[in-house]
């Protein structure tokens, strides 16, 4: 998290403005999104009388990057716009936080629902031109923390766990939000409360490695077996390895069949998948996806009871980037009660491994960690996965996850382990994980 102090409402119009700026210099056509109130605040007559901003549109202009950005910009004044399907992720988003902690049309004690609100306003709050998934999966992130109705003794939420009663909270859940407030660099420290290491990659010696508490946090009944397998039922440490079912995956279609039925054949399906895998099951189901919520705190606090009770040394859990909306929602909710766990002090380290699947393929160079997977712990894989049936039908994930471990064993050893033209030895197949130590 970023805080730019700015003693008048000037210079934080300025400090928006030198952020546009970047972003249009860094993205090809960049893609930028503001709600309204922040729009409201935002003088874009200053910007368009600025001699940078001119020098930058004609430098742009035979490239079309201003055209588009300029398009953009009017687009998201507009109430009814409808959302590009083209644009997947914004390139910079710029919101306000007003009062009492309102961001986005939320209002204390609102829950996270990633609605469509941008055709009518919601209350007598100022319409949506954003939505939280847009904000929070936007490439950079600015909050206007200024003006008559926010002051610097309003920005409790900065430090406090994000939560509905104080909806501005959840901007903490991007990568890197820059905050801009209107105050002293004085009237507050650095809100980083841990620290984030990457360790270089490595190949797992499964003698020497962790022997202690694993839970991997499974957005579906399938995801386990699917993304970690093999890892999960190669693990010869001194407990098993737990698989918290954070959803029962209901709402994946099945032809013919009820909520209820769908319910009770996915959960006998997990059921058989941990068998094989002999891991142990815990499913919590939590409330936010009957509820269709981005985010809940309530389930960030059942997530923290699980926490506490394992004090795992490892915890699995999905990338930032996934594209699936249940895999970002449940990877954002296990990490903040994780930051909870370490900023409360009962926690004091803990290795995450992020790990990839269907709707998310890591680079090679985010790769540090490769799990080498024998004959049998393959086929074990496979049976796990196959349990799925309901799933299988629809999409032969089976093959996709023995294709892409047989791909990753085929390609890392020049990719990121050797030279190319060389070769190391790693086996037939491989899973792959993004490790990282989290510490206070």
């Known amino acids: 998290m970023h805080l730019v102090a700015c003693r008048s409402k000037n210079s934080v119009l300025a400090e928006i403005q ?3 700026l970047r972003s249009v210099l860094r993205h090809e056509a ?31 202009s035979q490239t079309g990057r201003a055209l588009e950005f300029r398009e953009h910009v ?35 004690g609102m829950p996270f629902v990633d609605r469509d609100s941008r055709e009518k306003p919601i ?20 909050v206007i923390a200024a003006g008559d109705d926010c002051t610097i003794e309003d920005l409790n939420w900065v430090r406090e766990p994000i939560h509905e009663n104080a909806p501005a909270s959840i901007v903490r859940l991007h990568k890197n939000p820059t905050i801009v407030y209107q105050g002293t660099s ?50 010869n440490g001194n407990q098993k390895p737990t698989v918290v079912a954070m959803t029962s ?37 939590l409330k936010f996806y009957d509820e269709n919520r981005f985010f809940s705190s309530e389930d960030v606090s059942v997530l923290l009871d699980i926490l506490r009770r394992h004090r795992p040394e490892i915890c699995m859990i999905p990338h930032l980037d996934d594209r699936h909306p249940t895999h970002r929602s449940c990877s954002y909710m296990v990490r903040e009660a994780i930051r909870i766990a370490l900023k409360t002090g009962w926690l ?45 039908r629809r999409t032969a994930y089976d093959d996709g996850a023995e294709g892409l471990a047989r791909y990753r064993a085929v390609t890392l050893p020049e990719l990121c382990l050797a030279d190319f033209g060389s070769k190391r030895e790693i086996g037939e197949y491989v899973e792959v994980f993004r490790r990282s130590v989290w510490s206070i």
């Not at 003088?43 to 930058?56: E, P």
């Not at 083209?86 to 988003?93: G, I, P």
Request: proline content about 6%.
């Open 30 to 60: 960049p893609h930028i999104g503001f709600d309204f109130r922040a729009w409201d605040l935002f003088d874009f007559q200053k910007i368009n009388s600025d001699d940078r901003w001119k020098t930058l549109l004609a430098g742009c």
């Open 249 to 285: 995956g209901h709402r994946a279609e099945q032809e013919s069949a009820s909520r209820e039925s769908r319910h009770s054949c996915r959960m006998e399906e997990l059921q058989r998948e941990c068998e094989d895998l002999s891991v142990d099951l815990l499913v919590p189901e």
């Open 186 to 235: 004085n009237d507050w420290n650095d809100p980083n409360e841990y620290k984030v290491e990457q360790p270089c990659i490595d190949i797992v010696d499964w003698d020497s490695h962790p022997k202690g508490s694993v839970l991997f946090f499974c957005p579906h009944p399938d995801d386990a077996s699917i993304s970690a397998g093999g890892t999960l039922g190669s693990w």
């Open 348 to 392: 004091r380290t803990l290795e995450v491994w992020e790990y990839e699947g269907p709707w998310f393929l890591h680079t090679p160079e985010t790769i540090n960690l490769v799990v080498s997977l024998a004959e049998e712990a393959m086929e074990r894989k496979l049976r796990a996965v196959r349990q799925h049936r309901s799933q299988i």
């Open 123 to 142: 209350g007598n709050s100022y319409p949506m031109a954003l939505s939280i998934e847009e904000m929070i999966c936007a490439h950079d992130l600015i």
């Open 74 to 108: 009017f687009q998201s004044l507009r109430e009814t716009r409808e959302p590009d399907p083209t644009v997947r992720r914004l390139d910079l988003a710029i919101v306000s936080v007003g009062k009492s902690d309102g961001i986005l049309g939320f209002q204390p």
């Open 18 to 20: 030198d952020s546009i």
